[in-house]
């Protein structure tokens, strides 16, 4: 009977790190996604930054190609990316996201309306000249840096 129980326990235990297991695999491709979308924010932000600093010659086609996409995925729905229990106290190195992106929603979807507001500003004036761009991208680089300081893990 003992025994039987003791059995029963280390089938239990193992069952529950194979469940553990499963659900942190459940969490990839989740995270994967948001990683790829930040992924795109930091190529278009990264042309914007460099036509703005002079280091890209300016080019009022892909400076709005960059500043309508940015907005398009700011608009996208990414709810679903970012699942319950998938931060970095959880995942460890497979992620930067903070649990305080649950804990304390919802700031992070108030930080996500910041950044679609400053890339509604954006937008209207960053195909007019590199001016209209250097007047614009320092609110979108804020509504960024707004995000990630309380919610992502520093490097
Ligand atoms: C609403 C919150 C929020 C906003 C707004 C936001 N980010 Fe992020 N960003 C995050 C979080 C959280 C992570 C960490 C994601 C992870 O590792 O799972 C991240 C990660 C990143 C990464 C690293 C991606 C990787 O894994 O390689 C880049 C680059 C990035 N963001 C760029 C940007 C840029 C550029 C903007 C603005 C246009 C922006 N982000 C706006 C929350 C935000």
Redo the contacts with the bound molecule.
């Keep these: 009977m003992l025994k039987a129980l003791r059995n029963a326990g280390i089938a239990i235990a193992a069952m529950s790190v194979l469940a553990a297991g499963a659900q942190a695999a459940s969490m990839d491709k989740p ?1 994967a996604a ?2 790829a979308v ?2 795109i ?2 190529f278009y ?1 990264g042309q914007l930054g460099a036509m703005a600093k002079g280091k890209m010659e300016y080019n009022a086609k892909t400076a709005q190609a960059a500043a309508n996409s ?1 907005l398009a995925l700011a608009k996208m729905n990414t709810g679903s990316m970012w699942v319950p229990g998938s931060g970095n106290d959880k995942l460890g190195d497979k ?3 903070k649990p305080e ?1 649950w804990s304390t929603y919802p700031d ?1 979807a108030n ?2 309306k910041d ?1 679609v507001m400053a890339l509604e500003g954006m937008v209207k004036v960053v195909g007019s000249g590199v001016d209209g761009l250097r007047g614009s991208i320092g609110a ?1 680089g804020k ?2 840096g707004g ?2 300081k309380p ?2 893990e520093k490097k």
């Design positions: 995270v948001r990683q930040m992924k924010n930091g932000m940015l992620t930067r996201a992106i992070v930080k996500g950044l979108v509504a960024c995000c990630h919610f992502r």
